[in-house]
């Protein structure tokens, strides 16, 4: 017999409790749920340019690794990355204590940290005058060491790779290095969870880029590689975001290997309405940011629309960087520069806009009839890859992209050339044709068949003469520089000469013509 | 509060129409001021009562009401609505409530008891009631302190029906004057009555006949025992209001429904001789006792009632929350309205004006703040009733009766504030008015220690001296 029953009331309010806990613990987990695997968590940067080196635009959610995957692997693979981990591939550290690369942003998905692309992983460049100097970093330039064809063969190769295992991931991950310190709940988890998502996702990742792994697999076109400071915008993005067909069947060699170089982001106020991207399929600068984002990892349901518009607002009128070595003022200098000022409106500024009287760009398309606009490839003839490698069918998959958004893409068009860019700062935008095939502003001034055929790639040394980096190899390791090879399908520096090219005219006029655009 | 304004009348025309005696069919009182049902849990908690009843009652008559209606009394004990409550469950009560009577008598007063039972509002049920859920017409929780109820069978109905019999024939053997069933504010009969309560599906549920069957049963058996000549009263709500606290619940009986139950009491001649209106189907509600809610007494001694329903904690952790108590304030102020003095007035007179074209004998009370002459005059004088009952005010002035015959009101001080400090500290303390303004002092240590000596007042003469 009970001798302490419940009163009615007390019944009913006991009942009550486990429905009361019972609706806290749904309540709480719901919200645990939503603080930990729903909501997600970045840094926020005061700064503007901090922001644009490490704040995530969404990329994270797709493709991001673990922060501490990310750190491990260079211990774990330290055979074949060597001792500078990352630097390898050209991503860039501010020093040596920096946490992570410049262009890889943290978010917290899912609660784990993760870390991938952001927009200054290719929009980040250096230069050195000399040997010795230490590089300069020019925010917004094309990011001249970046090998991304190699950092994302790197991820890809090692999904498969038997070394790439729990055990020894998590032993990195705890190496002094790392200093993951995992306790023993952390390592369970790092065990049984992470490490199969991150192989799971590395191998799907693998899977979409499979084409650029099959170069010697019959049925598939030769691949090649990109090489630093470019990338194959589109032949990625078909197979990753709308899974076109990549075998010989359906894609030519010359549309397969349509690399090119990355762009300056600066002063996009004046190119916006121009047309954009290498070949101008585009006018909106909006919806090429957008593209570019989606290009780094970001898809139509993670961007971070906010994210990106900061971006956006700092490179709306964002300065090119000036000429970093002197010009000279003595008086032959300047009447070089007069002289080449004269030649550049005679044979350039028609379709690359120059700087006014007043020392500003003049971006003026009613001035400039040419410029941002498409010069048609009969007339360019500059290599076909790139032209190609943007199809009519892929314009019209990328128009449904964002559908059901205000932001939806509407303006990719197929093109039948490439447009014509205002050309301010070019210096830090070498190697030059959308291709990056000549190396220097003086190579481009001579007929293809005066250019390097055969030039070293992928130093940052400037050249303060020809203006251009370096291809001589100075100052590198043989090994160190990738061959670039005008030979290769993608890579020809044909194009762009001819009398109205300016390609005829006397070596001193040519000579002039650089020394003025040390100026732009 | 509404003040009368009508000039017309002079004070002494006021004062003589209220000292003028009612008569009732059976009963003739000295004037029209009763002493409406006031409680204190001043008895044994087994339910005899106690000294400090009789010197409670006392209080009133000597202040010169015409008529005492008893505290609330149950006619058995799982119809307790508080515990300290004297009952009239057994005969062995009657000794006690025959020196009640007594007592107001020599004062030429008379004394009403007020048959009840709580049904599902049992407050505070005690240790008899513990484990036992609160009889009711329904099995549906009281929706404000969430007290469980469990609808009676007809066997059960019975059996209380007699209870109320019994009770009244108790009253009688007492030497009391009358009886009066609590027919209003939320308890047993209210239960049974209120279409916003009563969801039975048999001969006790239903159209409002069926509805009234209960307190009809209850009258005929009251006549059976007491005969016709007791004086036997119905208080009854003009209209619920059901839906005071949560706008969904249904708003219960119109004044249509009550006038219809009323012309069933009067059972042709042979049910009650009088109706005593009121209005709210819980007790506390908003227009009864109509005034204020005052929020920190609530939260000091709404602590016993915590165990007796499900909702008193919900209900407490409003109370207790700066935000919540402000809102539930703001919430009883509305559903009150502007009016407090004489709220139920309008609802007494249509009743009023409908049943005496049936039967002129009938005679009519209204209760709800009365305390200045010109406004209990001009409600007697319009026909909205014949006689008048106060409580509150004649516990701020046990001598209002006295204040009365000489000036309209008592001074702006000592009024009553309707503030319903006395009815929330009821719950743990002695009843008495908490209004400290009301007292007289300098500081406020002197207004409370004259508070403490107003409140205490009701223990002397103490029993034993």
């Known amino acids: ?520 | 509060m509404a003040r009368s304004t009508d000039e017309t009348f002079l004070h002494e025309d006021n004062a003589g129409l209220i000292f003028s005696p009612l008569k009732f069919r059976h009963l003739e009182v000295k004037n029209r001021l009763f002493r409406s049902n006031l409680a204190g849990m001043f008895d044994e908690y087994n339910g005899y009562g106690g000294h400090t009843r009789l010197n409670w009652e006392e209080k009133f008559a000597k202040g010169g009401v015409g008529c005492i209606i008893s505290s609330y009394t149950p006619v058995a004990v799982r119809g307790r609505i508080l515990i300290r409550y004297a009952m009239i469950d057994n005969d062995d009560k009657i000794p006690f409530w025959r020196e009640v009577g007594k007592r107001v008598h020599s004062y030429d007063c008379r004394f009403l008891m007020q048959l009840s039972h709580s049904g599902r509002q049992q407050d505070m049920g005690g240790v008899e009631n513990q484990f036992k859920k609160a009889r009711s017409s329904t099995n549906q929780k009281d929706f404000f302190h969430g007290i469980l109820a469990q609808a009676m069978t007809p066997a059960e109905i019975h059996e209380i029906v007699e209870q109320f019999a019994q009770g009244a024939r108790r009253a009688r053997e007492a030497g009391l004057d009358g009886v009066e069933l609590h027919g209003a504010n939320g308890y047993l009969i209210t239960q049974f009555l209120s279409s916003g309560i009563n969801d039975r599906t048999d001969d006790y549920g239903g159209a409002v006949e069926n509805r009234a069957r209960f307190a009809l049963e209850i009258v005929r058996a009251i006549r059976r025992e007491v005969g016709p000549d007791f004086h036997l009263q119905m208080k009854i709500n003009g209209v619920d209001h059901n839906d005071w606290l949560y706008p969904w619940k249904k708003k219960g009986n119109t004044l249509e429904d009550t006038l219809a139950i009323c012309k069933m009491l009067l059972d042709d001649g042979k049910g009650v001789d009088a109706f005593h209106v009121s209005s709210g189907s819980t007790f506390p509600h908003p227009r009864n006792p109509p005034g204020d809610i005052p929020i920190k007494p609530l939260v000091r001694w709404y602590g016993g009632m915590l165990a007796s329903g499900v909702r008193t904690r919900f209900n407490f952790a409003i109370f207790n929350n700066p935000i919540g108590g402000r809102l539930f304030q703001w919430l009883w102020r509305f559903r009150r309205g502007k009016v407090i003095e004489g709220i139920n007035a309008a609802y007494a007179k249509y009743l009023r004006d409908e049943i005496t074209k049936l039967d002129p004998s009938i005679k009519f009370l209204c209760t709800g703040g009365f305390q200045h002459a010109a406004n209990i005059a001009g409600a007697i004088r319009d026909g909205s009733c014949d006689g008048v009952s106060i409580a509150r005010p004649l516990i701020a002035n046990n001598d209002l009766p006295q204040i009365l015959r000489t000036a309209n009101g008592p001074t702006k001080q000592k009024e009553c504030t309707y503030c319903n400090k006395c009815l929330v500290n009821d719950l743990a303390n002695p009843l008495g008015c908490y209004e400290v303004s009301r007292y007289d002092g300098d500081t406020f240590d002197e207004k409370w220690e004259n508070l403490i000596k107003s409140v205490m007042s009701v223990f002397d003469p103490p029993l034993f001296r």
């Open chain 1, 1 to 520: 017999m009970n001798y302490d029953p419940p009163t009615p009331a007390e019944r009913v309010l006991a009942r009550h409790r486990w429905i009361r806990c019972f609706v806290v613990l749904v309540v709480l987990a719901l919200a645990i749920y939503y603080l930990f695997f729903v909501n997600q968590y970045v840094i926020a940067y005061r700064n503007d340019v901090d922001h644009f080196k490490y704040g995530s635009i969404g990329s994270e959610p797709n493709l991001g690794l673990p922060i501490l995957v990310f750190k491990a692997l260079p211990v774990l693979y330290q055979d074949r990355l060597g001792p500078t981990g990352y630097r390898r591939f050209g991503m860039l550290y501010d020093n040596d204590k920096s946490d992570l690369p410049i262009g890889m942003s943290r978010r917290y998905v899912g609660g784990v940290e993760r870390v991938w692309f952001n927009c200054a992983i290719c929009h980040v460049g250096t230069y050195r005058l000399a040997l010795t100097d230490k590089p300069t970093f020019i925010y917004g330039a094309p990011a001249n060491n970046l090998r991304l064809y190699e950092l994302l063969k790197f991820f890809l190769t090692i999904s498969a790779d038997p070394k790439f295992n729990a055990d020894n991931l998590v032993a990195a991950i705890d190496s002094p290095t790392v200093g993951g310190d995992l306790n023993f709940v952390q390592r369970f988890i790092y065990r049984r969870f992470v490490f199969p998502a991150v192989q799971q996702g590395l191998l799907e990742l693998s899977r979409q880029f499979s084409f650029m792994a099959k170069a010697d697999t019959p049925g598939y076109g030769p691949y090649f590689d990109w090489g630093p400071g470019r990338v194959d915008t589109f032949n990625p993005y078909k197979a990753i975001q709308f899974n076109f067909p990549m075998d010989a069947r359906h894609i030519g060699e010359t549309a397969l290997n349509g690399s090119s170089d990355f762009p300056s982001i600066w002063e996009q106020h004046p190119r916006d309405g121009m047309h954009l991207h290498w070949d101008g399929n585009n006018t909106s600068v909006d919806e090429r940011n957008l593209s570019a984002a989606l290009g780094a990892g970001v898809t139509p349901v993670t961007v971070d629309i906010a994210s990106i518009k900061r971006v956006r607002a700092w490179i709306w009128d964002l300065p090119p960087p000036p000429f970093p070595a002197p010009i000279g003022t003595d008086r032959d200098t300047v009447a070089e520069i007069n002289r080449g000022r004269a030649l550049f409106a005679d044979y350039c500024a028609g379709c690359h806009g120059m700087k006014d009287a007043s020392g500003q760009y003049d971006y003026d398309t009613a001035r400039y009839p040419h410029l941002g606009q498409v010069e048609s490839w009969d007339r360019i003839g500059t290599d076909r890859g790139r032209l190609d490698s943007y199809t009519p069918n892929f314009a019209a998959a990328q128009n449904m992209l964002y559908a059901g958004y205000p932001w939806r893409f509407t303006h990719f068009r197929k093109t039948d050339g490439y447009a014509s860019q205002p050309l301010d700062g070019i210096w830090a935008r070498s190697p030059y044709l959308h291709n990056g095939s000549v190396p220097t502003l003086r190579d481009l001034l001579e007929p293809a068949g005066n250019r390097p055929a055969k030039w070293y790639r992928g130093s940052d040394i400037l050249d303060i003469d020809k203006v251009g980096y370096r291809s001589d190899g100075y100052g590198s390791a043989p090994g160190d520089l990738f061959v670039y090879d005008t030979a290769v399908p993608g890579n020809s520096n044909r194009g762009h000469e001819g009398k109205d090219y300016g390609t005829e005219l006397p070596a001193a006029d040519k000579d002039a013509i650089v020394e003025y655009m040390k100026t732009l």
